[in-house]
């Protein structure tokens, strides 16, 4: 049971680097979204997608982008990355009804120095 | 828009003791209200839920009910113990068609033997 994977765990980059967080579910789950933690906010969400080639802006989208070309795959690239963007990322998806359960990633941690 | 706010931690109980997390929402309608629990290293995992007013969700030993007039979602648990050493998110799916979580900041349990 595969669930909701997230690739790399961890990522170090330097001030301007761009990179992609991959994330991947098996579920045939329409909805997915990414989130990034941070110490004492909990978590915000970046983006999110309720299906294959529909995406949308979440609270702190600024530096983010996303794409949906499958409903298996919703990845998030770093287009520059800054120190700001240090943090925990987790990617989630769900089922079509608003109260299902999420299935989150194992989150990846990412320092740009 | 909507909110979520939970008591600060760490909360830090010895083994057998009784624990209360205490979780407040701000929202429109009727939304969907969660616990997750997030243990060291992990991902987000459902702990329990509870879709509306006056449901009990419980799990594991944890009990969380919805009160509409109090705009609450309490996480109770009679004997803690040192596995449930985690961090305890509460969150709600408000009525918005984005279908994203809304999370309180999030609080740190340790059980001590």
């Known amino acids: 049971n595969a669930g909701v994977t997230q690739t790399p765990k961890f990522q170090v980059l330097k001030t301007g680097q761009s990179m992609t967080l991959q994330c991947a579910q098996d579920?045939?789950?329409?909805?997915m979204s990414w989130y990034r933690q941070d110490p004492g906010m909990g978590l915000r969400l970046i983006h999110y997608?309720?299906?294959?080639?529909?995406?949308d802006q979440g609270e702190v989208p600024n530096g983010y982008n996303v794409s949906r070309s499958t409903t298996e795959d919703f990845p998030l690239r770093l287009l520059s990355a800054a120190p700001s963007q240090t943090s925990v990322y987790f990617c989630?998806?769900?089922?079509?009804?608003?109260?299902?359960?999420?299935?989150f990633g194992q989150g990846t941690r990412l320092t740009v120095v | 828009g909507d909110s979520v706010t939970q008591m600060e931690g760490p909360v830090t109980l010895s083994e057998e003791a009784f624990l209360t997390i205490n979780c407040t929402y701000t929202?429109?309608?009727?939304?969907?209200l969660f616990w997750y629990v997030q243990y060291p290293g992990e991902g987000l995992q459902l702990l329990l839920k509870?879709?509306?007013?006056?449901d009990k969700g419980s799990n594991k030993g944890f009990e969380a009910t919805y009160r509409k007039e109090t705009t609450s979602f309490h996480l109770e648990k009679g004997s803690v113990q040192v596995s449930d050493s985690a961090v305890y998110f509460c969150?709600?799916?408000?009525?918005?068609?984005?279908?994203?979580?809304?999370f309180g900041s999030g609080t740190r349990l340790q059980v001590q033997p």
């Open positions: 969150a709600l799916s408000g009525n918005t068609g984005r279908r994203a979580l809304t």
């Open positions: 997608s309720v299906g294959a080639g529909i995406t």
């Open positions: 929202a429109t309608g009727y939304p969907s």
């Open positions: 579920m045939n789950h329409e909805y």
């Open positions: 509870a879709t509306k007013a006056d």
């Open positions: 989630a998806s769900s089922g079509p009804e608003r109260n299902t359960e999420a299935f």
